[in-house]
């Protein structure tokens, strides 16, 4: 049996799954954009203001008229790339080169993925619009419904996995709304409040408490981390599934992602160097996270854990 790997790119080891349970949720609110050339120019929708209706036109005279038209900006997609290294040693240990391969893979593609969730995580919690109070939350959330009410598409409450966990845990021992989520997330007979003490049913609890269509958990060590640390956010996303809406949705942004081949995006590689006497896996992806409606996204803080 060889303990060395093959020297090609490994188009099968891209499909492997990453960072499991929750995965990456950034690209579920900055979609995938492929395009076939590192830079260019993109147009694409913005909000245009709502104004009064004309009355008391003139016979003959034409309507007043608010031109509508798209905006242009340049995206510039970067190399993102890491390297794992595994020596025939340890592929004897790992039980194998196969399973040496994916564990290479997988740790080189989770680092891309989670700088490119970092990028994103920048964008959906770059701000702050309100501060976190349980007690009126669901006011506060309708002001930021209605503050988004321009922007088509779903909407969805994005932070990390640590901050809905004290979401949750600050509506249920709050006064007179604790008991309303309580019953939410739990029902009424032993069966659903068995149910109900999973993480599952406390995002799903939340989504219905607070009229959001789907709530996200993010990666503590992404979405919690710095600047990103006790923020929530409620976004507008685009679930039209179509790389190209921005030309005609005013959507939040796209992840422009090179892609030279026809492929996902990835560029997954693997190195039997008998020189060196060690086997690299590389992992690599072009990307531009773009902004493109900034306001599509409203954003709370100060969610103590």
Same mark, same amino acid.
């Given at each position: 049996?060889?303990?060395?790997?093959?020297? +090609?790119?490994?188009?099968?080891?891209? =499909?492997? $799954?990453?960072?499991?349970?929750?995965?990456?949720?950034?690209?579920?609110?900055?979609? #995938?954009?492929?395009?076939?050339?590192? %830079?260019?120019?993109?147009?694409?929708?913005?909000?245009?203001?709502?104004?009064?209706?004309?009355?008391?036109?003139?016979? &003959?005279?034409?309507?007043?008229?608010?031109?509508?038209? *798209?905006?242009?900006?340049?995206?510039?997609?970067? $190399?993102?790339?890491?390297? %794992?290294? #595994?020596?025939?040693?340890? #592929?004897?240990?790992?039980?194998?080169?196969?399973?040496?391969?994916?564990?290479?893979?997988?740790?080189?593609?989770?680092? #891309?993925?989670?700088?490119?969730?970092?990028?994103?995580?920048?964008?959906?919690?770059?701000?702050?619009?309100?501060?976190?109070?349980?007690?009126?939350?669901? =006011?506060?959330?309708?002001?930021?419904?209605?503050?988004?009410?321009?922007?088509?598409?779903?909407?969805?409450?994005?932070?990390?996995?640590?901050?809905?966990?004290?979401?949750?845990?600050?509506?249920?021992?709050? !006064?007179?709304?604790?008991?309303?989520?309580?019953?939410?997330?739990?029902?009424? *007979?032993?069966?659903?409040?068995?149910?109900?003490?999973?993480? $599952?049913?406390?995002?799903?609890?939340?989504?219905?408490?607070?009229?959001? +269509?789907?709530?996200?958990?993010?990666?503590?060590?992404?979405?919690?981390? &710095?600047?990103? !640390?006790?923020?929530?956010?409620?976004?507008?996303?685009? *679930?039209? *599934?179509?790389?190209?809406?921005?030309?005609?949705?005013?959507?939040?942004?796209?992840?422009?992602?090179?892609?030279?081949?026809?492929?996902? &995006?990835?560029?997954?590689?693997?190195?039997?160097?008998?020189?060196?006497?060690?086997?690299?896996?590389?992992?690599?992806?072009?990307?531009?996270?773009?902004?493109?409606?900034?306001?599509?996204?409203?954003?709370?803080?100060?969610?103590?854990?």
């Amino acid at each position: 049996m060889s303990y060395y790997t093959q020297t +090609d790119a490994r188009p099968e080891l891209a =499909t492997i $799954e990453v960072n499991p349970p929750e995965g990456y949720i950034g690209t579920k609110l900055m979609p #995938v954009t492929p395009v076939a050339e590192k %830079a260019g120019s993109v147009a694409y929708a913005t909000v245009t203001a709502d104004s009064t209706a004309q009355t008391g036109r003139a016979a &003959g005279a034409a309507p007043n008229a608010t031109q509508i038209a *798209n905006s242009v900006k340049t995206w510039s997609c970067s $190399e993102v790339i890491d390297r %794992a290294a #595994v020596t025939p040693d340890e #592929v004897k240990q790992m039980g194998g080169i196969d399973k040496a391969d994916q564990i290479g893979a997988r740790w080189a593609m989770r680092q #891309v993925l989670a700088l490119r969730e970092g990028l994103i995580a920048d964008v959906i919690l770059g701000t702050k619009d309100a501060t976190f109070d349980p007690a009126k939350l669901r =006011t506060d959330v309708q002001t930021a419904r209605q503050a988004l009410r321009l922007y088509p598409g779903r909407t969805v409450l994005a932070a990390s996995s640590m901050v809905l966990n004290a979401m949750v845990q600050s509506i249920a021992s709050t !006064a007179v709304i604790g008991d309303a989520f309580a019953r939410i997330v739990t029902g009424v *007979n032993a069966a659903e409040a068995a149910m109900g003490l999973s993480f $599952e049913a406390w995002k799903r609890g939340l989504a219905m408490f607070l009229g959001v +269509d789907d709530v996200l958990a993010g990666d503590d060590a992404v979405w919690n981390a &710095g600047t990103r !640390a006790e923020k929530f956010s409620i976004v507008k996303v685009d *679930n039209s *599934n179509d790389p190209l809406s921005h030309k005609y949705i005013p959507v939040l942004g796209k992840c422009f992602t090179f892609i030279p081949d026809g492929g996902n &995006g990835w560029e997954v590689q693997s190195v039997g160097d008998r020189t060196l006497l060690n086997n690299f896996y590389d992992a690599k992806l072009w990307i531009d996270v773009k902004t493109l409606n900034a306001a599509a996204v409203y954003t709370f803080d100060g969610v103590a854990s």
